[in-house]
């Protein structure tokens, strides 16, 4: 069971995989109308993969397709943020308190290598900035897929799919400081610790405290862009 929110068949299509690439770092703005002539031009190909891939990004919700005016980048208000993260919070604490009574050995050390790679990563050197988001959002992920698995319930993954938007994780990693970075580094330290330990209150309320952190730093950048972006400013 896995709810790995990247897709685990993107690169059984290149073109798919190219769209979502430059939608996650960025080329095309928020609200944003996509046009297929120039998505067929940016991805090399003619417009029919351009259509298919276009509807892969709306179903992972990277983009809005409207009757009549096609393909939207998607937009979040502090409003979707505060829903989605609240969501979050109760069910993926709840997925860390179940997970303490499951977890294996080889899961820990799994989680063990993805926050040692984020750690790692504050010093290391990437070819751009997509590639590093791109980084820290796979072992992110990669990390809370591994409790969610370990929780043993297929119910609770299935309804993180649908809570756990795509955009907002690389958005907030966009948008998240150095020391911002640290701070969810240690929240990961402390998860981990908790399920070692199997302390599951510990562990439920130190994967609530993580998710609220990154909900109130994203919101934070959310409305600085918007004051920023807002006429007069």
């Known amino acids: 069971m896995s709810i790995v929110l990247t897709g685990s068949d993107t690169t059984a299509d290149p073109i798919y995989e190219k769209l979502r690439r430059l939608l996650i770092a960025g080329r095309y703005a928020p609200g944003e109308h996509l ?7 940016d ?6 993969p351009v259509r298919q891939a276009l509807a892969r990004a709306a179903a992972e919700g990277l983009v809005r397709i409207y009757p009549n005016r096609g393909a939207v ?3 979040f208000t502090p409003e979707d943020l505060i829903d989605a993260y609240d969501l979050r919070a109760v069910l993926e604490g709840y997925a860390a308190y179940q997970a303490v009574f499951r977890i294996t050995p080889e899961q820990l050390a799994g989680m063990e290598q993805h926050a040692a790679a984020l750690e790692a990563s504050l010093e290391q ?3 751009s900035t997509e590639e590093e988001i791109l980084f820290l959002v796979e072992q992110n992920q990669h990390f809370h897929t591994i409790i969610i698995t370990a929780s043993g319930n297929q119910r609770l993954a299935e309804m993180l799919m649908l809570v756990v938007n795509v955009p907002l994780q690389y958005r907030s990693f966009n948008w998240y400081t150095s020391d911002e970075r640290r701070v969810s580094n240690f ?6 610790q908790a399920l070692r330990a199997r302390h599951p209150d ?13 909900r109130d730093a994203l919101l934070k950048s959310l409305i600085e862009t918007e004051k920023l972006s807002s006429p007069g400013m």
Do not use: K
Request: glycine share 6%; aromatic share 8%.
């Open 35 to 41: 046009v297929e002539e120039r998505l067929a031009h």
């Open 43 to 48: 991805l090399g190909v003619s417009r029919t």
């Open 73 to 75: 980048v998607r937009t």
């Open 125 to 127: 050197t990437f070819a």
């Open 187 to 192: 929240f990961h330290r402390s998860i981990l």
């Open 202 to 214: 510990r562990a439920r309320a130190t994967m609530q405290e993580h998710i609220y952190r990154g």
